[in-house]
Antibody
Framework: EVQLVESGGGLVQPGGSLRLSCAAS????????MHWVRQGTGKGLEWVSAIGTSGDPYYSGSVKGRFTISRENAKNSLYLQMNSLRAGDTAVYYC????????WGQGTTVTVSS | QSALTQPASVSGSPGQSITISCTGTSSDVGSYNLVSWYQQHPGKAPKLMIYEGSKRPSGVSNRFSGSKSGSTASLTISGLQAEDEADYYCCSYAAFNTWVFGGGTKLTVL
């Protein structure tokens, strides 16, 4: 079964850091671009970042310079290092597969609050 | 990049057809055939319903169809059913390996 499972969410103070992980299974992880998408409470979906099969990273303007996406193909894992967190980063963070975002995880919740 | 524009809400009765629009610009929807549509029920992860403008993933009902004209993409749901009630989001490639979502549309089945 094709599956994505996010982890690493939690409560963090403004200015703090958090690292999210996404464990992939059921498909050849190294062959797919991967994405992070977030959704604030009661809000719409927002594309955050993507990484190509060769490891090239891409970011939305709202997180560029603060977030770093990476992947470890040997571990079938995707990561999102989030630094200088702000209240506006509070959201459920989803990882998704491919340019069509055809498979999604269940999400992990990040809350930035003092 | 700015979010794609969707109506906040649409509604229809069972058996009817509805269409949700998604308006972008020449920098995203208008330039690429990479528009996708997602269905999201409350508390659940989004589910891909349409990709590359008009293609349906395996397992998605043929009541769902997609199209595009210029910088506006559309999702049509025919034979509306109660389980179609959900939020729907469009998404488009927006150049330089970035993507942009629409604000979402809440579908109510009357």
């Amino acid at each position: 079964e094709v599956q994505l499972v996010e982890s690493g969410g939690g409560l963090v103070q403004p200015g703090g850091s958090l690292r999210l992980s996404c464990a992939a299974s059921g498909f050849t992880f190294s062959s797919y671009d991967m994405h992070w998408v977030r959704q604030g409470t009661g809000k719409g979906l927002e594309w955050v970042s993507a990484i190509g099969t060769s490891g090239d990273p891409y970011y939305s303007g709202s997180v560029k310079g603060r977030f770093t996406i990476s992947r470890e193909n040997a571990k079938n894992s995707l990561y999102l290092q989030m630094n200088s967190l702000r209240a506006g980063d509070t959201a459920v963070y989803y990882c998704a597969r491919s340019r069509n975002l055809d498979v999604w995880g269940q999400g992990t919740t990040v809350t930035v609050s003092s | 990049q700015s979010a794609l524009t969707q109506p906040a809400s649409v509604s229809g009765s069972p058996g009817q057809s509805i269409t949700i629009s998604c308006t972008g610009t020449s920098s995203d929807v208008g330039s690429y055939n990479l528009v996708s549509w997602y269905q999201q029920h409350p508390g659940k992860a989004p589910k891909l319903m349409i990709y590359e403008g008009s293609k349906r993933p395996s397992g998605v009902s043929n009541r769902f169809s997609g199209s595009k004209s210029g910088s506006t993409a559309s999702l049509t749901i025919s034979g509306l059913q109660a389980e179609d009630e959900a939020d729907y989001y469009c998404c488009s490639y927006a150049a330089f390996n970035t993507w942009v979502f629409g604000g979402g549309t809440k579908l109510t089945v009357l």
